[in-house]
């Protein structure tokens, strides 16, 4: 990628797709949801065809696909909903009619439908599209005009579902990430709902130009959603025990530019709480210098290898201009950076941590917090919060300490329909959350 390439890139409209991008196939109104990266060859499987994902390059966010089986094999047609379509949808949801019919005398044995399988099948070697497939079922159905309205709606959206299936084209976001992984993976995030990540993000009072500490154990989801609040400004530090970083996989789902990427960094705790490595970096150096002084040999063949490094450098440079490579989120934080966050602190922490013990890693992350700067604690289980704020209330370290439960309840809002949902989450987790305080231990720690 080319110098210009590498500004479009940046400069890029993130509502179009783009090859290389991170989608959110969601199909037939969220039976479905499919996270995908589009490329010249990538593909998805509905029921027991493969679609090529190629046409949906170059496409805005929201649009509408339906599945075609043309000459050249299946493939995804784009719907383009005029304005005539969406009025008469309207129109057609906001016209209630009292109706005499019901669905009393209507008996399910199976003989009311005259259409066979292989007259279906004999249709689609013909051809003949999914939606003319369900406008003859309707057609040969012996009972669907005498069905209520509700009745022939949800008839005619079952059929169209199974032989004329659409795909929205959706944009990975924190809120659509978190609702399909909660779906799909809840375990992957720690059963995180969404409206305990909104709760998270509210409480440690993330906003732009802030240094936020993170100890993401589930998936990285916490790490995007504070980046994406960030929008290229301040930190997401992403910090971690021992040697081995917690994985960070979620975050390459959000489409982040180059900007946005260079914000999200890891520091292990080590180096956090090892006041000298920056320092012993700069000794190291200077020691280097000294010892190219003390050796006048070594001075000439470092002219030689000057020159040489020259000839290399102009090489390397002609090369950069054609290969750009992109950045990756997580790289470790640069040093000016971490000297700020040990002189200053951070702004805000959040923890998500269910695999460890809650009090023991808010006792390691608490000190590099700023004082009066608030912390929040996300569990699924209630216990392990509750010790953790009893400590911290013995130990005098925070203030306005208060455990949380989120509470969420799913509407279906339709004409003469609207109730709540049948199945619901019980239960989203539980959120301590608090305000770090000055005191005499803590500020002999810092001494």
Same mark, same amino acid.
């Given at each position: 990628m080319s110098a210009v390439e590498q500004e479009d890139n940046s400069n890029q409209n993130r509502r179009i797709t783009w090859e290389g991008c991170s989608v959110l196939l969601d199909i037939n109104d969220g039976d479905r949801l499919v996270f995908s990266r589009l490329t010249a060859g990538s593909i998805v499987k509905i029921g027991n065809k493969n679609y090529p994902l190629r046409p949906l390059i170059g496409c805005p966010f929201g649009s509408l696909f339906q599945v075609e089986n043309g000459a050249n094999g299946p493939s995804l047609a784009r719907i383009i909903s005029t304005a005539a379509d969406n009025n008469a949808e309207d129109k057609k949801e906001c016209d209630i009619k009292e109706e005499s019919r019901d669905n009393r005398a209507l008996i399910d044995n199976n003989t009311a439908q005259t259409l066979t399988g292989e007259d279906i099948e004999g249709m689609r070697r013909q051809g003949a599209s999914g939606n003319?497939?369900?406008?003859?079922?309707?057609?040969?159905?012996?009972?669907?005009?005498?069905?209520?309205?509700?009745?022939?709606?949800?008839?005619?959206?079952?059929?169209?579902?199974?032989?004329?299936?659409?795909?929205?084209?959706?944009?990975?976001?924190?809120?659509?990430?978190?609702?399909?992984?909660?779906?799909?993976?809840?375990?992957?995030?720690?059963?995180?709902?969404?409206?305990? $990540? +909104? !709760?998270?993000?509210?409480?440690?009072?993330? *906003?732009?130009? #802030?240094? %936020?500490?993170?100890?993401?154990?589930? &998936?990285?989801?916490?790490?995007?959603?504070?980046?994406?609040?960030?929008?290229?400004?301040?930190?997401?530090?992403?910090?971690?025990?021992?040697?081995?970083?917690?994985?960070?996989?979620?975050?390459?789902?959000?489409?982040?530019?180059?900007?946005?990427?260079k914000r999200i960094v890891r520091l292990s705790l080590d180096e956090l709480s090892n006041n000298g490595?920056?320092?012993?970096?700069?000794?190291?150096?200077?020691?280097?210098?000294?010892?190219?002084?003390?050796?006048?040999?070594?001075?000439?063949?470092?002219?030689?290898?000057?020159? $040489? +490094? !020259?000839?290399?450098?102009?090489?390397?440079? *002609?090369?950069? #201009?054609? %290969?750009?490579?992109?950045?990756?989120? &997580?790289?470790?934080?640069?040093?000016?950076?971490?000297?700020?966050?040990?002189?200053?602190?951070?702004?805000?922490?959040?923890?998500?941590?269910?695999?460890?013990?809650?009090?023991?890693?808010?006792?390691?992350?608490?000190?590099?917090?700023?004082?009066?700067?608030?912390?929040v604690i996300y569990h699924q289980y209630l216990q392990p919060l509750a010790t953790c704020?009893?400590?911290?209330?013995?130990?005098?370290?925070?203030?306005?300490?208060?455990?949380?439960e989120p509470w969420l309840r799913e509407y279906q809002v339709l004409p003469s329909r609207t109730h709540p949902h049948m199945q619901m989450s019980a239960c989203g987790g539980y959120i301590l959350s608090g305000t770090k305080i000055c005191n005499e231990k803590s500020t002999t720690t810092t001494q």
């Open positions: 003319a497939i369900v406008e003859a079922l309707i057609a040969n159905s012996a009972t669907f005009e005498n069905k209520t309205s509700f009745s022939q709606e949800k008839y005619r959206l079952k059929k169209q579902k199974k032989y004329a299936p659409k795909v929205l084209l959706r944009r990975p976001f924190a809120r659509s990430i978190c609702d399909t992984y909660f779906k799909k993976y809840p375990a992957r995030i720690g059963f995180l709902r969404v409206d305990t $990540l +909104s !709760l998270l993000l509210s409480f440690a009072n993330v *906003s732009a130009h #802030s240094d %936020v500490l993170v100890v993401d154990m589930i &998936g990285g989801l916490i790490t995007g959603a504070v980046a994406e609040r960030l929008g290229g400004t301040g930190y997401v530090c992403n910090t971690y025990r021992g040697d081995s970083p917690y994985s960070i996989e979620i975050v390459r789902i959000f489409n982040f530019n180059d900007e946005i990427n490595d920056w320092k012993e970096d700069e000794m190291m150096l200077q020691s280097a210098n000294d010892s190219n002084v003390d050796n006048p040999s070594s001075n000439q063949s470092d002219v030689v290898l000057e020159s $040489l +490094s !020259l000839e290399v450098g102009s090489m390397e440079e *002609s090369v950069a #201009s054609k %290969v750009y490579k992109a950045v990756k989120p &997580g790289e470790k934080a640069p040093q000016d950076a971490i000297k700020s966050w040990k002189e200053n602190g951070f702004s805000s922490l959040i923890i998500a941590a269910p695999d460890v013990d809650a009090w023991s890693i808010v006792k390691e992350v608490l000190p590099f917090l700023s004082f009066s700067a608030p912390f704020m009893h400590n911290l209330q013995v130990e005098k370290m925070a203030i306005g300490l208060q455990i949380t």
